[in-house]
């Protein structure tokens, strides 16, 4: 089994700044590929960014030049993918899920954080 802690959401203006960061604990040597995920009220949850275990990352075209994937393999432990998001927009609001794909390919969700860009 493998646990997620999302942090780092909360409100800002336009064109500002948040980091978001996703600590992963458990079986986490299972863990193959991260990513985020965001979920805007009555929208679809789509994906903004993903990083495989050999670092290979994707963005959507929305989030392309603003949003910086990372992920950090060694620290205490756990494994952390962080988030880096600038130049916010109001369209960036959304509650934003963190997610592990494990070696046989199950997948495991945290919480969520909610990020809110106000115009």
């Known amino acids: 089994q493998v646990q997620l802690v999302e942090s780092g959401g909360g409100l800002v203006q336009a064109g500002g700044s948040l980091r978001l960061s996703c600590a992963a604990s458990?079986?986490?040597?299972?863990?193959?590929?991260m990513g985020w995920y965001r979920q805007a009220p009555g929208m679809q949850r789509e994906l903004v960014a993903s990083?495989?275990?050999?670092?290979?990352?994707?963005?959507?075209d929305s989030v392309k030049g603003r949003f910086t994937i990372s992920r950090d393999n060694a620290k205490d432990n756990a494994k952390t993918v962080y988030l880096q998001m600038s130049s916010l927009k109001p369209e960036d609001t959304a509650d934003y899920f963190c997610?592990?794909?494990?070696?046989?390919?199950?997948?495991?969700w945290g919480q969520g954080t909610q990020v809110t860009i106000s115009s």
């Open positions: 997610k592990a794909t494990d070696w046989r390919r199950r997948d495991y």
């Open positions: 458990g079986s986490i040597f299972s863990i193959n590929d």
């Open positions: 990083i495989t275990r050999g670092g290979y990352i994707n963005y959507v």
